[in-house]
C-alpha cells in the first residue's frame, strides 16, 4: 500500500479480516487503507471495530483520531488523542495530533498550554519548537519566540534543525 498500489492491496486486506475476524491489526489496516484512499466513513467504520476489539491500543486510538480530525470532526478527534496519551504519555503521534486539533478548532489556550507541557520534558519532539515558535512570531511576539528558540537550544535542539528554524525564521537571529 506504501509502493502506491492500493488496488492489489484491499482484496488482500479484506482477506486477512475474513481470515483473522478476531484481529484488531487485519481492522485497523483495512481502516488505515480507507483513511488513506480518502474514504473516511469507511475508515472510521473500520477503526472503531479495531477500537472496539483492543480499546487500549495507543495506535488504534490515534489513528481515529487522525480520521476524526480529516473528517472535521475535531471534538472526538481529541477525545481520540486524550485516550491515547492516557496510555502512552510520551507518544509524539497522539501530541502533535492533539497540538493540530487544538489549534484547528482555534483552541489557542489548549495549544499553549499542549505546547509549554511538553516543551518542559526532557527532551521534547522538534515539532514542539516548531509550532512555539511560529505561533509566537505570527502573533507579533518576537522576544517570546526568541526565548523558545533559546530554551529548545538549552533543551538539546539538535543543531541542524535549529539551522532549519533559523533559515525560516531569519528575525531570531538578531535576537
Do not use: C
Request: proline share 5%; charged share 25%.
Amino acid at each position: 500500500m506504501k509502493e502506491g498500489r492500493t488496488a492489489e492491496a484491499l482484496p488482500k486486506l479484506r482477506r486477512l479480516a475474513f481470515i483473522w475476524p478476531n484481529s484488531y491489526a487485519a481492522w485497523e489496516h483495512l481502516g488505515q487503507y480507507f483513511y488513506l484512499t480518502g474514504q473516511l466513513d469507511s475508515a472510521l467504520e473500520y477503526l472503531q471495530i479495531a477500537d472496539g476489539m483492543n480499546p487500549y491500543n495507543d495506535g488504534v486510538l490515534y489513528n481515529v483520531g487522525i480520521a476524526y480530525g480529516r473528517s472535521g470532526r475535531f471534538d472526538e478527534a481529541r477525545d481520540y488523542f486524550e485516550q491515547s496519551l492516557r496510555i502512552d504519555s510520551m507518544s509524539a503521534n497522539a501530541i502533535e495530533g492533539l497540538i493540530r486539533t487544538y489549534r484547528e478548532q482555534g483552541d489557542t489556550p489548549r495549544y499553549l498550554a499542549l505546547l509549554h507541557r511538553v516543551a518542559a520534558r526532557l527532551s521534547p519532539p522538534p515539532v514542539i519548537w516548531d509550532e512555539l515558535i511560529g505561533y509566537y512570531l505570527q502573533t507579533g511576539q518576537n522576544q517570546e519566540a526568541a526565548d523558545v528558540f533559546k530554551q529548545g537550544i538549552a533543551k538539546g535542539l539538535d543543531t541542524a534543525h535549529a539551522r532549519t528554524i533559523l533559515e525560516l525564521y531569519p528575525q531570531l537571529r538578531s535576537r
